[in-house]
């Protein structure tokens, strides 16, 4: 296998967006940001590649003591002189005794271990390599490479009625009282196109932990739809609004298209895993996942780490009790796109199809899927922290779900949603006057 091939085949997980760094596209702040830069160029597997990943994770005291606290750069995969010696023995005897090879390594600070993506070689199964590798000493965790879905329909006529959502939660009276004003906002997703007429100026920093191309960053399309529900901005006069248009954006690049122009996606544990620790890092408010996957060790430990700090993330629910996560794990805000008012517990459900949002190249369409019910619960949870910012994830989600801050669409037949101009009224004290608040 070339190296090109190895590289290649190390990353996996399938996400169809509703969907441990890489290379910035905008210079990062601070020498500190070198550490997230390791990786491989391209982190993108093919699917048979996948099935012979697994990711280990080892304490930072261990990976310390094994490099005498050298950097170690992940894109030297021979295992080179630059090594230390005590490092190189340690990755020669794991492929000698378990017949794996290591891909890459990176840092994830936020849960204090050091992170590993090895290649099962051979005729090995990988379920008895995992089994075995868990009993090394310098070893903490083991698991399988997972696959994720991004959550997206396809998108509609570009004819259709304009905004509907926006106009049925109320957004423009809301506006009156908060626009996301301060609100940080990680969306892991695709990349996005950061020079649309309506989201130019929206972006704090963008970072790419798939691979080095900006071009393709700008042009991919589901990060650009679900980012425009939420960022897009106002007073502009061009195309539409967003509903937190006041907010700084971190388009942060774990998801890619096999096709350009493509809305489904793929992304993996590796890219996620970096992309959810680069947020927590930096501390966000918020971070949206359109995104849905089975159950995934690594992945809990780094969303767990983001509500510990008390960011609130919010994930779309999958079609399948099997792959709901990380919407599944107690404490995220787990939307659903469907008829409101017919929640249960645990879960938002927000109608999400035929929403206009924008898509690359100055252009606009409507889009369908929970990646987009998700996208406006993330919004509109951006305008609750610019009000409240002291507030719990779970009094955020009770407020959520309140009764009164529902609305009837208009839409034949009708379906239920939040009423954004209700939730920001009722928390500075003030009265919507917004007609579509009172169809109840």
């Known amino acids: 296998m070339t190296m090109h091939e190895r590289i290649t ?34 982190s993108r597997i093919s699917v048979p590649a996948e099935q012979r990943m697994l990711i280990a994770t080892m304490t930072d005291r261990a990976h310390e003591r094994l490099t005498d606290g050298r950097p170690i750069n992940a894109m030297d995969m021979g295992g080179g002189v630059l090594m230390p010696p005590a490092y190189r023995d340690f990755l020669a005897d794991l492929q000698q005794r378990y017949g794996i090879r290591r891909v890459a390594d990176w840092p994830l600070k936020s849960i204090g271990v050091r992170c590993f993506v090895f290649e099962v070689v051979g005729e090995r199964d990988r ?14 965790t083991v698991q399988v490479m997972q696959r994720f879905k991004t959550l997206a329909g396809g998108y509609d006529d570009p004819y259709g009625k304009l905004q509907h959502s926006y106009q049925d939660m109320a957004v423009e009276e809301t506006h009156r009282w908060a626009t996301g004003k301060g609100v940080n906002v990680a969306i892991i997703d695709t990349g996005i ?24 960053f700008e042009q991919d399309l ?17 195309g539409m ?12 690049k774990a998801c890619w298209s096999q096709r350009p122009g493509e809305l489904a996606a793929y992304c993996s544990s590796f890219t996620l895993a970096k992309a959810i620790n680069f947020a927590v890092s930096k501390q966000v408010d918020i971070i949206n996942l359109s995104l849905a996957g089975p159950p995934d060790p690594l992945l809990e430990r780094l969303v767990g780490k983001a509500l510990e700090r008390e960011i609130t993330v919010v994930a779309a629910m999958g079609p399948e009790p099997s792959l709901r996560f990380p919407a599944s794990m107690a404490g995220v805000i787990a939307v659903e796109q469907g008829e409101g008012g017919n929640e249960t517990e645990g879960r938002l ?23 987009f019910s998700t996208a406006q619960a993330s ?9 409240k910012p002291h507030l719990s994830n779970d009094k955020i989600e009770q407020l959520l779900g309140a009764g009164e801050a529902r609305y009837r669409t208009l839409s034949t037949p009708p379906a239920a949603g ?11 004290g003030a009265v919507c006057n917004e007609n579509r608040s009172k169809r109840d």
């Open 241 to 252: 609004s967003g509903i937190a248009p006041s907010a700084r954006y971190w388009p942060l």
């Open 379 to 387: 919004g509109l949870i951006a305008l609750i922290k610019e009000r």
């Open 222 to 238: 589901h990060g650009t739809a679900v980012t425009g529900v939420i960022a897009a901005r106002t007073g502009n006069s061009k």
């Open 9 to 42: 085949v190390l990353f996996l997980i399938m996400l169809i967006l509703a969907g441990c760094a890489g290379a910035p596209l905008s210079m990062p702040g601070d020498s500190s940001m070198m550490a997230d830069m390791m990786g491989p160029e391209d």
């Open 418 to 428: 939040l009423n954004a101009c209700r939730l920001i009224a009722r928390l500075v």
């Open 127 to 140: 379920a008895q390599v995992v089994e075995a590798l868990g009993k090394h000493a310098n070893i903490e």
């Open 349 to 371: 459900v927000i109608p999400g199809e035929n929403i206009l949002s924008t898509r690359p190249g100055d252009e606009y369409d409507f889009f369908t899927g929970s990646s």
């Open 193 to 216: 196109d950061t020079g649309h007429e309506d989201l130019k100026g929206q972006f704090h920093e963008s970072r790419n932990f798939v691979d080095q191309d900006q071009a393709q």
